[in-house]
């Protein structure tokens, strides 16, 4: 089955690989202000931690794998950070050094979370900076190495309140250090369609780099790739924001009855997939017509990779029509496409009102085989759902991308 992605030019790539990667750190900002609501700031941090330690070190090896840089040093951990939804490019603008294969340093000259949640006060920031990061960033380095360990130089709450660089850590890896035990559940996100989803291999022969096999460099450029890796890339990334969402329902669905559960990662649902289209729209320069609707639900993150959700979206004179199989590696893992039903359609209104306010979506057809589901224009301009709104809180929803010219080098191959 082929890629949605591959409709795109190569140009076009490049400037939505950055998108996807914020998309899927704002599945957070979506997820979170709903989980607070059921059960409290401690228990929504727990939450947290739980997603990110079950999903990343799995999409962190697809990644190395698919682009060529399998490695056990330092800067294999620092390559799969710039391609982590967790570390989204400038939004959350990672900074590196390495001192040797063993040894090395990040710091955050702007970080986008942070400024999130600063105005929510200190208990927030040592959540997020302390609680939750502790836990993650060594389960993400642990992905290349089980005796890497990322400890802090500094970090938040900042004193003065306008410190930079934002925060700054070690990686160090010993064979003395010993791995912290690998987190309940894990081998249900491990053992997942996604996990195991084989994609189209890189041309070697496409036109630009295939691969992240040299230096390590000071950012990506994203047009450097060729059209080959970029469809790839984008397929991974969005494979990472199912894996996230995987580790989040597996985390609701400990503390909560399956109703509930559902409930929760629905609205979550909703809320990433009404901002992203809107992003999409936007960095695309689409319009808000039927085409452009069509061509925003095809790239969007929920319904790709295309092989792993079977989502086929299909534009006629006056509509759009999406069908959702029900035989999908999606829909086994129990991830996004599996929580819409005929009767709870929020997130695809959300997604096609980010592209424009006055459509709406039905559902034409529902069996055991699939779902149908048509979006028209309708004389009604609909207000922004909560879920959006909530989600619409983070500076990423309006956070736009610079050219920064040709990355550095960072180390000798």
């Not at 920031?125 to 060594?138: A, K, L, Q, R």
Request: proline share 7%; with cysteine; net charge negative.
């Amino acid at each position: 089955m082929s890629s949605n992605f591959e409709q795109l030019s190569r140009a076009r790539l490049a400037t939505l690989l950055p998108e996807l990667l914020l998309s899927g750190h704002l599945i957070d900002r979506s997820g979170m202000a709903h989980t607070i609501a059921a059960f409290g700031r401690t228990e929504m941090t727990a939450v947290a931690i739980e997603e990110w330690q079950l999903a990343s070190p799995v999409y962190t090896r697809r990644m190395q794998r698919a682009f060529g840089f399998t490695g056990d040093d330092v800067v294999t951990i620092f390559k799969g950070l710039q391609l982590d939804i967790g570390a989204p490019p400038q939004f959350m603008d990672f900074r590196f050094r390495v001192d040797d294969r063993d040894h090395g340093e990040f710091w955050l000259d702007h970080c986008g979370a942070l400024l999130d949640v600063e105005p929510m006060g200190d208990d927030f920031v040592v959540g997020m900076c302390h609680d939750i990061e502790d836990p993650t960033f060594d389960a993400t380095a642990l992905a290349t190495n089980p005796h890497a360990q990322v400890r802090p130089i500094h970090r938040p709450p900042r004193r003065p309140a306008d410190r930079k660089p934002m925060c700054a850590w070690t990686v160090t890896i010993d064979a003395a250090h010993v791995p912290p035990p690998v987190p309940a559940n894990a081998d249900l996100v491990a053992d997942s369609a996604a996990a195991r989803l084989e994609l189209a291999d890189i041309d070697p022969d496409d036109e630009g780099q295939a691969d992240y096999a040299g230096p390590l460099l000071s950012d990506l450029r994203f047009a450097d790739f060729s059209k080959s890796a970029l469809v790839r890339m984008a397929d991974e990334v969005c494979l990472q924001h199912h894996l996230l969402a995987l580790g989040f329902l597996i985390a609701l669905r400990a503390r909560l009855e399956p109703d509930a559960a559902i409930e929760i990662g629905c609205k979550q649902f909703a809320g990433i997939a009404g901002l992203t289209a809107e992003r999409l729209r936007k960095a695309l320069h689409l319009g808000d017509d039927m085409p452009s609707l069509a061509t925003v639900l095809r790239l969007h993150p929920a319904w790709n990779p295309l092989s792993y959700t079977g989502v086929r979206v299909v534009e006629t004179e006056n509509n759009v029509q999406l069908t959702i199989p029900r035989d999908s590696g999606a829909v086994a893992d129990g991830v996004w496409p599996a929580l819409i039903d005929a009767e709870h359609l929020a997130p695809i209104d959300a997604m096609a009102r980010g592209v424009n306010p006055r459509f709406a979506a039905r559902t034409t057809d529902s069996s055991e085989r699939a779902l149908t589901i048509e979006i028209t224009r309708t004389d009604k301009a609909f207000r922004e759902s909560s879920e959006v709104a909530l989600t619409r809180f983070s500076g990423g929803a309006a956070f736009t991308f610079t050219e920064r010219g040709i990355p550095l080098p960072l180390t000798v191959v």
